[in-house]
């Protein structure tokens, strides 16, 4: 497998965070391991990975999640010690303080972290970043560890360690958390999951003994009957399609939420549900924020249409080219409206 650091990065690590020091107890490195807002399994998988590798090499690392993640995520090995900024911000805000290392992981830009951005903004300990976002912020970190390339930031965690020499000493659980990453960053390896290396590094991990189908039940299979209703509900009322131009837009707004009892994470993975369809190109799903007057934007396309061009012209937002996200401040009305545009102008590529 292709080397993804160079030396002088190699160097800039053990710089940064050297794998073999002493650990004296009381003075170890403190390390936070922040990841974007609204973690998704690839966000938790690599930085509780992280977290659980730098505890067994001597460090003190704290994982920092900038808002709650979804209850099918809480399972994974080390989710229960993660601390959630904007629930216990008086409490976390001294520990991200106190770091002397900050690696971000599985974001590229400070803005990612909503609030939690400007507390690490404002520290002066050396940033790692470690990420698969296009288009890094440049100038926040001093080691940049960028591939775009690869399908997750697990997959990218995974290789470093490799890289480190550190594969053989990978535990069990550290295994279930990358696994779990990859898969939710690949839907179940059904995109950007085409490259031969990726099929050699599930078998490292499987090496480890994971249970790769039970983690695949851990994160899929966990409807509650009001989701799956709801689900039923959107496809059959709320779906839009539009048959010329090869795309689909579905809404959701905070009365629904209400009439389903929909739980955080409910709707999550909704927005792949149309392109299920037949020549469907690209899936646009809008739902009402449940705090700020906004529609937040997820969507998703199937071979080269750029979601996330559409996403930063649109949307304000940006993201992967199958798989981008944004928002519109404004009614659902509004959101509809900008999404219609959206459609109108890159219809030249929708047609096709
Ligand atoms: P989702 O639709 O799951 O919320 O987001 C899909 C992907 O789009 C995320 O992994 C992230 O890369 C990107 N994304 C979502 N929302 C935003 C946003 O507001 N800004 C940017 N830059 N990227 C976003
Ligand atoms: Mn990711």
Same mark, same amino acid.
């Given at each position: 497998m292709q080397s993804l650091l160079t030396p002088e990065q190699i160097a800039l690590w053990q710089q940064l +965070? %050297? !794998? $073999?020091e002493g650990r004296e107890e009381g003075k170890q490195q403190r390390i936070v391991i922040t990841c974007h807002k609204g973690p998704d399994g690839d966000a938790i998988g690599s930085a509780t990975a992280l977290a659980s590798w730098l505890r067994r090499l001597g460090k003190e690392a704290t994982v920092v999640a900038p808002t709650i993640f979804p209850d099918f995520l809480k399972w994974i090995p080390g989710a229960d010690q993660v601390l959630v900024y904007d629930k216990h911000e008086a409490e976390v805000q001294p520990v991200v303080e106190a770091a002397d290392l900050i690696i971000m992981a599985d974001h590229g830009e400070l803005s990612r972290m909503a609030a939690l951005g400007d507390v690490v903004a404002a520290s002066t300990a050396p940033r790692i970043m470690i990420d698969h976002h296009l288009d890094p912020q440049q100038g926040i970190a001093q080691l940049v560890i960028s591939h775009p390339e690869l399908s997750s930031t697990c997959e990218l965690v995974l290789r470093l360690i490799i890289e480190l020499g550190?594969?053989?000493? +990978?535990t069990h659980d550290e295994a279930v958390s990358l696994y779990t990453g990859m898969m939710t960053d690949t839907g179940a390896f059904t995109?950007? =999951? =085409?490259?031969p290396e990726i099929y050699q590094l599930i078998s490292l991990l499987l090496a480890k003994g994971i249970d790769k189908d039970k983690i695949y039940r851990n994160v899929f299979f966990t409807y509650s009957p009001d989701r799956l209703r709801l689900m039923g509900y959107l496809l059959y009322v709320k779906l839009e399609l539009d048959r010329k131009r090869h795309a689909a837009i579905m809404t959701f707004t905070n009365a629904e939420r209400r009439r389903f009892r929909t739980l955080n994470g $409910?709707?999550? &993975?909704?927005?792949?549900? %149309? +392109?299920?369809? !037949? &020549?469907?190109?690209l899936s646009i799903f809008l739902r009402e924020d449940t705090e700020r007057p906004l529609v937040r934007v997820s969507l998703r396309s199937v071979d080269d249409f750029p979601c996330n061009e559409m996403a930063a012209e649109f949307f304000g937002g940006g993201g992967h080219k199958n798989a981008a996200g944004g928002e519109v401040w404004g009614t659902m009305d509004q959101a509809v409206k900008r999404a219609k545009e959206a459609i109108n102008k890159y219809a030249p590529l929708l047609r096709a």
């Open positions: +965070l %050297p !794998l $073999d550190q594969y053989e000493a +990978l995109y950007a =999951s =085409s490259r $409910d709707t999550e &993975g909704f927005v792949n549900l %149309p +392109l299920q369809i !037949l &020549g469907m190109k």
